[in-house]
């Protein structure tokens, strides 16, 4: 797939969910993004703002196999994996496949399930292949989870283990809607909710070779410099207990190809990278014991960590030349 048609065919797939996400095409074009890097997606915000509508929406619009888990805390790892049972006919075991043998896998409430439960999915999330009863099964591809987690609520819930939130590609918050927004909300599912008429628009081979075009786009040395200074800048400060993985730079390094590519460029700029390091990696880093008590977030640590760092400046190919 050629760049052109690779930006056409993602612009419809946010033309396509904005139709019923109403007001928040940067949350989508972010949830895009980590789609077509082959990441996963933590849908974090308060109930009723749509995030179990937008893992729906996006789910719809590539056209891959869907499957849903409502996670409680009486869910077990083998109703979410699948399991073995024994078949008196062939007197063999016969796997059954839970709903993580899906393209799309929605975890709805993830943090409600048990750590046991949670850690069912790390396998998958990283490795797309899951062991039961040391039987490996390799996952259809594409394979991405959409997680959707209330922040707020406490009672009942497990937080997620870190090397779970590390394989998250990307978190994205929806937040309220304006006031314009919320009215045209209300109209719009006036007599029918608007997901009910919402169609494809990729099949898992274009969704695949839409992945493939992502890698293609051209990053500079100096820009993937610029990647790793950020990466390390949050390794090194009093305020974070733990930085950012190397897998959190990876993550950066794949989605600035990708904002680059919706951009309808061939090469990143270090605005690309500017623009994802909050959702890339914010949820990546776990603040000091003193600096939550100072009410300090990672979002502002983010934002000294960018502040501090020299941007890459302009070339003959792009960018290329540092700039304090």
Not at 190 to 215: F, G, K, N, Y
Request: proline share 6%.
């Amino acid at each position: 797939m050629g760049p052109e048609e690779a930006k056409q065919l993602a612009d419809n797939i946010i033309d396509n969910v904005s139709t019923v996400i109403i007001g928040k095409r940067h949350v989508v074009q972010h949830a895009l993004i980590s789609a077509v890097c082959g990441g996963h997606i933590l849908i974090d915000d308060v109930p009723g703002v749509g995030k179990t509508v937008l893992a729906k929406s996006l789910s719809i619009s590539f056209g891959c196999s869907f499957k849903r888990v409502q996670f409680t805390p009486d869910l077990l790892p083998s109703d979410v994996l699948g399991v073995s049972i024994y078949d008196q006919e062939s007197r063999d075991f016969t796997f059954r496949p839970g709903p993580v043998m899906s393209q799309v896998l929605l975890a709805d409430e993830v943090n409600r399930g048990t750590p046991k439960t949670q850690s069912a999915l790390l396998e998958a999330m990283e490795e797309n292949q899951i062991t039961v009863d040391g039987v490996t099964h390799f996952l259809p591809k594409p394979f991405i989870v959409l997680a959707t987690q209330n922040p707020l609520e406490h009672e009942g819930t497990f937080p997620l283990p870190e090397a779970q939130r590390d394989r998250f590609f990307m978190r994205v918050h929806l937040g309220y809607p304006t006031k314009d927004e919320e009215k045209e909300i209300m109209e719009q599912q006036q007599e029918v909710h608007p997901i009910e008429s919402l169609q494809p628009l990729t099949t898992p081979d274009q969704l695949i070779s839409l992945q493939q075009t992502v890698r293609g786009i051209y990053v500079d040395d100096l820009v993937k410099q610029y990647i790793v200074d950020i990466v390390d800048a949050t390794r090194k400060l009093d305020d974070v207990y733990v930085g950012v993985s190397p897998r959190g730079s990876l993550a950066l390094f794949r989605g600035s190809q990708a904002r680059a590519l919706l951009d309808g460029r061939d090469y990143v700029s270090p605005d690309d990278v500017k623009g994802l390091v909050q959702p890339v990696l914010q949820h990546r880093i776990i603040l000091s014991s003193a600096t939550r008590l100072q009410d300090t977030t990672a979002e502002s640590v983010l934002g000294h960590v960018l502040d501090s760092i020299p941007v890459p400046g302009t070339s003959s190919r792009g960018w290329f030349r540092a700039e304090s």
